[in-house]
């Protein structure tokens, strides 16, 4: 996995003067190999590198400029743009013994850059400060990848650092927990539990109408908050719904409005990156009837929902429309996946009573618990299940 982080520099007058040379003499050398490049018929731009013939220059600072240049003819080929690219962003590359980091820390810097200057046997140094952000993926043993890019944005100078990291091998856990995303409830588990229901009919009020900078829409932020309760909570596998709006068509006026700035699939990719992280896996599965269909009898009716409740037309099972919703989605993700899916104890106790065999083997947990160790994800003992005598019935929707 690799993550970028930006970092503000401290360059002196000196140092920034260089470093504006320098991203003058690239824009220059990547524009010029670009007009080389751009000449070229299609199947010289095979090669992931460029051919040595066209390289003109001897030093190392040229050579990535005319890489760069490469790369971008290929893409816009690939792309199928028919107009000569032009670069002209204040930025330029550094790559493996061009630059060094130094560790050495002052009272102001705790990050240095030992930087290629132009001169031979001569190397500029240029402070920065490390974050907390990027300070916590040190420490979970990242390393600093061999590429920095220096950027200019509104006049002060950046540098992005890449780092490299590798995640925890996939857990050996069946265990899956289903979720329902929804603009009135929030997001509802398969457990039973429902988050957030004030606070965030609040929050997507008051963000409706605002644009927020990337990163601080406090919606966002709140999801990324869920995101991490969520994980430490379960400690398991995820299921989630495909989403698939199909636009405006076919929708009405209000469900547009409401549906209008809820950033569901960024609470679904926040958990997927830090699923991956702590080793587990989050699938996706097809949400068509999830919140009409019966759970235990696997009856499809639109009239089985109303509002918020959930009322079997056929077996009479009854419970929270989108727990009913989320139930659902785990069972279809243990089918597909071969995962067991978690349900709520009244769910599982139902399938009891009524003498059906669940579609998957199933677990049952009866209270979730608000802890860092995880919940205590039980199974329940349906003894009935392994009574031959009893009928089974398998819900024909789910096979
Ligand atoms: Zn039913």
């Known amino acids: 996995m690799k993550l970028q982080f930006k970092l503000k520099i401290f360059p002196n007058k000196n140092k920034r003067m260089i470093l504006e040379n320098f991203c003058n003499i690239w824009k220059n050398l990547v524009n010029s190999y670009i007009d080389l490049y751009w000449k070229l018929p299609d199947w010289e731009l095979k090669s992931k590198y460029p051919p040595k013939e066209f390289f003109l220059g001897n030093n ?15 893409a816009t080929i690939k792309m199928k743009r028919k ?9 330029f590359d550094f790559y493996d013994n061009l630059f060094s980091f130094c560790n050495f820390v002052t009272k102001e810097f705790d990050l240095w850059l030992k930087v290629y200057s132009g001169i031979p046997f001569r190397r500029i140094l240029i402070p920065c400060k490390k974050y907390r952000r990027l300070n916590y ?22 540098v992005i650092v890449y780092l490299n990291y590798k995640p925890k091998e996939r857990k050996q856990n069946t265990k899956i927990v289903g979720f329902d995303i929804d603009y009135r409830n929030g997001v509802a588990d398969s457990i039973g539990k429902i988050w957030f229901n004030k606070e965030f009919e609040n929050l997507r009020k008051r963000t409706k109408w605002r644009s927020y900078k990337n990163g601080i829409n406090p919606l966002r932020q709140l999801f990324n908050r869920i995101a991490k309760e969520i994980i430490n909570i379960y400690q398991c596998n995820f299921a989630f719904e495909k989403l698939n709006f199909k636009g405006k068509k076919g929708r009405s006026k209000k469900f547009r409005r409401d549906y209008k700035n809820v950033p569901y699939n960024h609470l679904i990719k926040r958990i997927e990156t830090l699923t991956k992280l702590e080793g587990f896996q989050t699938v996706r599965v097809s949400s068509v009837y999830t919140s009409q269909t019966c759970p235990i009898c696997g009856y499809i009716s639109k009239e089985n929902r109303s509002g918020d409740n959930f009322k079997c037309k056929k077996c009479s099972f009854e419970y929270h429309a989108d727990v009913v919703a989320a139930t659902n989605i785990a069972i279809r993700a243990g089918l597909r996946y071969g995962y067991q899916p978690v349900v709520a104890q009244a769910v599982a106790e139902e399938w009891r009573r009524q003498g059906i065999q669940p579609p998957v083997e199933c677990l ?13 994800l039980c199974t329940l003992n349906l003894s009935c299940f392994k009574d031959k005598t009893v009928p089974r019935r398998i819900p024909d929707f789910l096979s």
């Open 364 to 376: 049952a947990v009866s209270t979730p618990l608000q802890s860092r160790q995880g919940v205590g």
């Open 83 to 91: 107009t000569k690219p032009f670069f002209k962003k204040n930025e």
């Open 137 to 158: 993926w040190l420490n979970k043993r990242a390393t600093f990848s061999k590429a920095i890019k220096f950027k200019k944005i509104n006049g002060n100078w950046y």
């Open 60 to 74: 190392k600072f040229e050579w990535y400029a005319c890489l760069k240049a490469w790369q971008i003819v290929k």
